[in-house]
C-alpha cells in the first residue's frame, strides 16, 4: 500500500489497532512520553528525553507481537505512524470525555 496522506493512512492505522489492549498499551506509552516531557520541562533531567523511544515504542510493540499479533505499522511508515499515535491518543481522549468516536474510529473499530 502506498498512502499520498496522512488522511488516507489513518483508516488503515486503525485498522492495525483493531485489539483494546494493544491500544491501552498505546495509550499508556504516550502518556508516560508526556509525563517525561513534563518532568523535563519543570527542571528534570534532560537524560530522560532519551529514554523516550524506548517508552513509546515499547508499550506499543508489545501490544503489537502479543495482542495484536501483527508488525507495528512503525516498521513501514515511521512518519505516519507517529502522527497516528498522537491522533488516536487524542481521539481516545475525546472519547473518554464526550463519549463520541471520530469517523475514522467508528468505521475501522465497528465489530469491537
Not at 516531557?37 to 527542571?43: I, K, N, S
Not at 481521539?91 to 469517523?103: C, E, N, P, Q, W
Request: aromatic letters at 20%; one cysteine or more; glycine letters at 8%.
Amino acid at each position: 500500500m502506498d498512502f499520498q496522506s496522512f488522511r488516507e493512512f489513518y483508516p488503515y492505522y486503525l485498522k492495525e489497532h483493531s485489539n483494546k489492549t494493544c491500544r491501552m498499551l498505546h495509550y499508556i506509552g504516550s502518556s508516560l512520553i508526556l509525563c517525561v516531557v513534563a518532568y523535563v520541562v519543570l527542571g528534570g533531567s534532560a537524560w530522560w528525553l532519551l529514554s523516550m523511544p524506548v517508552i513509546g515504542y515499547g508499550f506499543a510493540w508489545a501490544g503489537h507481537f502479543l495482542f495484536e499479533r501483527n508488525k507495528p505499522a512503525t516498521f513501514k511508515y515511521p512518519l505516519y505512524s507517529l502522527m497516528g499515535d498522537w491522533v488516536m491518543f487524542k481521539d481516545a481522549l475525546v472519547y473518554a470525555v464526550t463519549g463520541k468516536r471520530s469517523d475514522a474510529a467508528k468505521q475501522a473499530w465497528t465489530s469491537h
